[in-house]
Nanobody
């Protein structure tokens, strides 16, 4: 069993930056691909970014490419999402998720989920 806890959310002005962290416990995250997703009120959960178990491969949703960076520190059992040039459209609850082996963008294929952290970007 893997437990995931996100942190780092908050209120930021447009153009600002935030770094989210996802800390794992229960089992090492080093054998899991990790994904970040977000969900705004009234909208479906949206893929944001993912990183392979080794960190050698990353993948991003079109809306965040060039602005967000996903990384991981397996020694700390933590995955990060650096968010730059934030826009009001980025406002959502951000979730991290884990699945064995490969990166996928479909949230239904992730096994473990955190509780989410709110990110609010003001204009």
């Amino acid at each position: 069993q893997v437990q995931l806890v996100e942190s780092g959310g908050g209120l930021v002005q447009a153009g600002g930056s935030l770094r989210l962290a996802c800390a794992g416990s229960g089992r090492t995250l080093s054998s899991y691909a990790m994904g970040w997703f977000r969900q705004a009120p009234g909208k479906e959960r949206e893929f944001v970014a993912a990183i392979s178990w080794s960190g050698s491969r990353t993948y991003y949703g079109d809306s965040v490419k060039g602005r967000f960076t996903v990384s991981r520190d397996n020694a700390k059992n933590t995955v990060y999402l650096q968010m730059n040039s934030l826009k009001p459209a980025d406002t959502a609850v951000y979730y991290c998720a884990a699945r064995p082996y490969t990166i996928v963008v479909n949230p239904a294929e992730y096994v473990y989920w955190g509780q989410g952290t709110q990110v609010t970007v003001s204009s």
